[in-house]
């Protein structure tokens, strides 16, 4: 796979000079072509150029799903300015707070004002400078900054969920959220044709991923204005939309929603789904359902894109596995850092030019994550097979020790959600004063099914061990996910506690 070494503005100046008048982002109300995304980008970096941002500078951004959020994101990103995405849910302040992590931007850039709807445009403001003007698409500036082409510099931080109770902010560089694209392009799973629906936030490294491709693959971004999955399928109806990207859950939804209404969705190719596992029956239900060609796709926070299924992968490595490591960038250790054979399980560990730079302001947990070989390991568990595919089997710290044995939650789940009747289910370990820690399970039951605690645990006794077998099972009607839609997991154990 070829390394890229063009920056982002090096990218979007090419697309703009050789396919100007293609459709590249749009929305319900508003679209701008490729050129006219590139001097909107120009434009807005020349404001914030005037008012002190240079190349390195940190500039917050509350990150709604938006055309103007990913505008503002270009022109930091044109400057060499480091874009430190928020989660819209919150204040950008009080999200920045609530991380933990003493960062003090120089720069704020919010729509706080346009309301809390994550796909809001509008009412920017730049914190003690007054508004930013966007929304011009046929303005045209000479650009007065200089180009941020350093590959390797923090180009934006992203945070992690939090799932382990300290928030870490991930430094990437443009280097990472573009090797990403262009590992993709050598294959066929993006094409210049495309239409891709914006499903996951862009404060995320999977909505980063989608962003980078559409740069450099050069497709169109259709930014919805809601995210519920019965409007989300009119607008790939409406649209014509050929690709989405989603968690699992989501799809899931969106392909249950679909099979009552009988959508017309024709014009839908393929997509990647990433976040959390998805059994092989509900991968196949879901390519069924909405007629697309489904794959997983294996990332984090600290590196967007680790491997990923190819269009050549059959329908059964696609339900089964999360294909190869791009460019031969992983491998699997032991404990000791040794290498592991073909089917040993141990944790997954990648180099290259798609891991973080660090975290920012953690030097410490960064020395934890990246070995002195260079290789981030990623605190998950997993093996390839004979074929050199890989599979995931669990999380380093996500391990359940009940009387010493170390107990994995994802298997459990997994279980779980092969019992006929059960829609979802969520697994976390619960302090227990006899066993120091016990399995306990959230699940979601089909509508017409009406299961006991207990005729679950006696179907399970058959799929896995007896220590293996929650200690106690609440029934919900969802599982509640975070904020980029993977089960809850702190939230899920205070309802057993």
Known sequence: ??????????????????????????????????????????????????????QGSLVAL????????????????????????????????????????????????????AGEGLGANGNWEIVGHGRLNIGHPARQESRRFPVGND?????TIIFTSGSTGKGKGAMLSQEAILQYAVDSIQLPW?????????????????????????????????????????????????????????????????????????????????????GSPIIPEQHRYIERILGITLHPL??????????????????ECRATTVGKFHRDAGCILDQNGNPLPQGMEGEICISGPAIMCGYYGDEETTRQTIDEQGRLHTG??????????????????????????????????????????VEQAAVVGVRHEMLGEAPCALVVLQPECTMTADELNMQLLSRIAKNEIPVAVLFADQIPLNNIGKPDKQTIKKLFT
């Not at 929305?27 to 150029?49: H, Q, V, W």
């Not at 024709?266 to 997509?271: A, K, Q």
């Not at 568990?381 to 994802?410: E, F, M, T, V, W």
């Open 380 to 421: 998950d568990l997993g093996y390839l097979d004979a074929q050199n595919y890989l599979h995931i089997s669990g999380r380093i710290k996500d391990i359940i020790i009940r009387n010493g044995i170390n107990l994995s939650p994802a298997k459990i789940e997994a279980a779980i959600r092969s019992v006929p009747g």
């Open 1 to 54: 796979m070829a390394l890229t070494e063009k920056c982002i503005y090096k990218y979007f100046e090419a697309y703009a000079a050789e396919q100007g008048p293609d459709l590249f982002l749009f929305d319900e109300n508003r679209s701008y072509t490729a050129a006219e995304t590139f001097s909107e980008a120009i434009a807005i970096g020349n404001c914030l150029y005037d008012l002190g941002v240079r």
């Open 298 to 315: 294996y990332g984090m926070s600290e590196s967007i894109s680790i491997s990923c299924t190819a269009p050549s992968d059959s329908a």
């Open 190 to 274: 993006h094409q210049p044709a495309d239409v891709a629906i914006v499903t996951i936030p862009t404060h995320h490294g999977f909505g980063l991923c989608l962003l980078g491709a559409a740069l450099v693959a050069r497709y169109a971004l259709f930014f919805p204005r809601d995210m519920h999955p019965d409007y989300v399928l009119d607008c790939i109806e409406r649209y014509r939309i050929t690709r989405i990207n989603a968690v699992p859950s989501y799809f899931y939804v969106l392909a249950r929603n679909n099979e009552q209404q009988g959508r017309n969705l024709d014009s839908l190719r393929t997509g990647f789904t990433a």
């Open 151 to 155: 590959l390797k510099a923090p180009a």
């Open 62 to 113: 509350r990150c709604t799903r938006s055309i103007d959020a990913y505008l503002i994101f270009l022109a930091l990103e044109f400057m060499g300015a480091t874009a430190v995405l928020t989660d819209p849910h919150l204040p950008v302040d009080t999200f920045l707070q609530d991380t933990g992590i003493p960062i003090q931007p120089d720069m704020v850039i919010t729509n706080e004002a």
